[in-house]
């Protein structure tokens, strides 16, 4: 079976703090994305990670991928209230249709 | 266009009355992916079609759910005899290729009453 798990799902934590969301995956995959979405707003891309070891970053967060142990990660740097949002990862799956399978968020709220 | 684009934002329909839900992609995007979103949770897979061929289907809930994209190019997700558990934000995304980023639409909220 396909699956997407992201920990924690919930999390608060008080801006300047670092913190991390993994994202674990069940099979073999060529790419993962990451998604930042707004309360009442669509998904909006943030990073597309394509082979083993690829680190993306753009501001406060970083993403980077780990093929063999099926786990990505975004880091958030020295958070801040904007950075407020659900994060999803979603996984392509190879042999699989190219479906595209999504965990089921991390909702992030930073304290300002 | 600019982005991907679907129509209508909003639908209010009767329990067992058919909806068809548009989705326009960006121009020369050949992926085109269908997902149902319930608040506050992720999206759930539905469809998927390179170019205009249906490439996965294992998503639709029933066979009350269809989906099109004759010319490779727009999309429609069809709702046959709607109920009430159908109701859900419906989104739509395209990309360039298998590997590329997908973009997503704002989403056709269903309701149905």
């Known amino acids: 079976e396909l699956k997407v798990e992201q920990n924690p799902l919930f999390l608060s934590m008080q801006e300047g703090k670092n913190y991390t969301i993994y994202c674990n995956y069940s099979?073999?995959?060529?790419?993962l994305y990451w998604y930042r979405q707004d309360p009442g707003k669509s998904l909006e891309s943030l990073f597309v990670?394509?082979?083993?070891?690829a680190v993306k970053q753009e501001g406060r967060l970083m993403a980077s991928l780990d093929t063999k142990a099926r786990l990505s990660t975004l880091h958030i740097t020295a958070a801040v209230h904007d950075l407020s949002a659900t994060y999803f990862c979603?996984?392509?799956?190879?042999?699989?249709?190219?479906?595209?399978?999504f965990g089921k968020g991390t909702r992030l709220h930073i304290l300002p | 266009g600019a982005g991907v684009s679907q129509s209508p934002r909003y639908k209010v329909t009767k329990r067992g009355q058919d909806v068809a839900l548009r989705c326009d992609p960006i121009?020369?995007?050949?992926?085109l992916y269908w997902y149902r979103q319930a608040l506050g949770q992720g999206p759930e897979f539905l469809t998927y079609?390179?170019?205009?061929?249906?490439?996965?289907k294992s998503g639709l809930p029933n066979d009350r759910f269809s989906a099109e994209r004759p010319e490779g190019s727009i999309s429609t997700l069809t709702i046959q005899r709607t109920e009430q558990r159908d109701s859900a934000m419906y989104r739509c995304?395209?990309?360039?290729?298998?590997?590329?980023?997908?973009?997503f639409g704002q989403g056709t909220r269903l309701t149905v009453v």
């Open positions: 990670l394509l082979s083993n070891g």
């Open positions: 099979t073999t995959s060529d790419r």
């Open positions: 079609f390179n170019y205009e061929a249906q490439q996965d």
């Open positions: 121009s020369g995007h050949v992926s």
């Open positions: 979603a996984v392509g799956f190879m042999n699989r249709d190219d479906k595209i399978i």
């Open positions: 995304a395209s990309s360039g290729g298998r590997t590329d980023e997908a973009f």
